[in-house]
């Protein structure tokens, strides 16, 4: 779709390379995914420097660390819990079904992994493709609530709601791309933040308007 292309470049003029994920390993990443939910990245940061600061980034360590000292450290992420949880499942099924050799997961073929990453407590659709995207370097396009959100204004309607139906309109649309899924995510974000807000959205100076229905209508009309 020529429309999803033209939003890119005009988002990218506008930002700039995002240069995402933050992570300075693949399991970090991973690690990273998994915090992030239901919560901001700054949380999540907060909980990955407590996880460094002890020792404890890595396989080993998260195989054999307790279950409690383990939600003491990722507090910060809030639903500490829960996701102290989701880490160890992770981190179970690697270690029973690839011996805990991390790139032997991620070298499966796009489908296969992310089939894998459903298959793990915890590890829904989004959490699975940013492993997938950013972790295995495989292009599965990443869809969010600020995606969802922006899509939905523009005007690119969906055949159904669900996250499937949204991500099959880039998937379908654009090139398969590793490099060009990473950073179209990541300027969706950014342009959401800044400009397309959940309330109180930014039309008259946002860099869409001409392509964006909703702006239209709110600027115009």
């Not at 003491?72 to 992420?77: A, G, I, V």
């Not at 819990?81 to 079904?97: D, H």
């Not at 969802?148 to 379908?172: A, C, K, S, W």
């Amino acid at each position: 779709m020529d429309k999803l292309l033209v939003i890119y470049r005009k988002l990218l003029l506008e930002y700039g390379p995002q240069h995402w994920w933050p992570g300075d390993t693949k399991l970090e990443i991973i690690i990273g995914a998994i915090l992030t939910q239901g919560t901001s990245w700054g949380n999540a940061e907060k909980a990955i420097n407590n996880l460094k600061a002890n020792g404890k980034l890595n396989i080993h360590a998260l195989k054999d660390i307790q279950h409690d000292e383990l939600a003491d450290l990722l507090y910060p992420s809030v639903y500490f819990n829960v996701k102290a949880r989701k880490i160890k499942e992770f981190i179970g099924y690697l270690s029973v079904n690839y011996t805990s050799d991390l790139d032997l997961l991620l070298s499966k073929n796009m489908k296969d992994l992310r089939g894998d990453l459903l298959a793990i407590y915890g590890i829904g659709n989004e959490t699975a493709d940013d492993i997938v995207l950013y972790a295995a370097n495989k292009p599965s396009f990443v869809v969010d609530s600020y995606t969802r959100r922006i899509v939905d204004r523009v005007g690119i309607n969906p055949v159904g709601q669900g996250y499937l139906d949204y991500q099959r309109i880039f998937m379908e649309s654009l090139p398969s791309d590793t490099a060009l899924f990473n950073e179209f995510h990541a300027l969706l974000d950014k342009h959401a933040a800044r400009k397309c807000h959940k309330k109180g959205p930014d039309c008259k100076n946002c860099c869409l308007l001409e392509l964006c229905s909703t702006g239209y209508k709110s600027v115009y009309n």
